[in-house]
């Protein structure tokens, strides 16, 4: 059985189909790459499977649990955390103060004061500015705060949204190894992502979404030569 099974999800804003019958999965120990034109409907997904948007119809099972069926507050402590697009991080509190934010579902001080120091070891200029309000730090350094507060719920899963957006070359190259460490390290990954070739670059399997519907999947290194997604996507 899949890690995470969307299967058939219909979502809807206003009278608006945003997802039309959308399926797929992802197993265990994966990074699964969702790509597709702004406004296909990825970000969607994302806040379908963790209970932001409701979906009409279909089912979310998350190690065999319908999420839909979950209020979205209780999703975090199932092992599923989400990195934002946009980052939002908490301006007026400090890196350190962000960090523990992502550990609110946890009560185990010890376990979460190795979690930080984790987030430390990857993440060093966290450490460097930890006293330092989330608001003065440049978007590359909040990007890194969303994605270590996100780990430091120890979730199983990882959703991340458009974690490159707006960030110089160099440090999209340093988001996608931290990426792949993140999945090195046992946890899974679903990276939704405008770079389709960075994407695809690190993922297992990818899925293309185009005006709510999956039209193609695959593994990432048969989209990476698909002609159609090369000439989409890829800009080549």
Known sequence: MAMLEVKNIQVYYGVIQAIKNASFEVNQGEVIALIGANGAGKTTILHTITGLIPAKSGEVLYEGTDLLKIPAHKIVSLGIAHVPEGRHVFSQLTVYENLLMGAYTRTDKAEIEETLENVYKRFPRLKERKGQYAGTLSGGEQQMLAMGRALMSKPKIVLMDEPSMGLSPILVEEVFDIIQSISKSGTTVLLVEQ??????????????????????????????????VKKAYLGE
């Open 195 to 228: 770079n389709a070739k960075k994407a695809l670059s690190i993922a297992d399997r990818a899925y293309v979404l185009e005006t709510g519907n999956i039209v193609l999947e695959g593994s990432a290194d048969k989209l990476l030569n698909d002609e159609s």
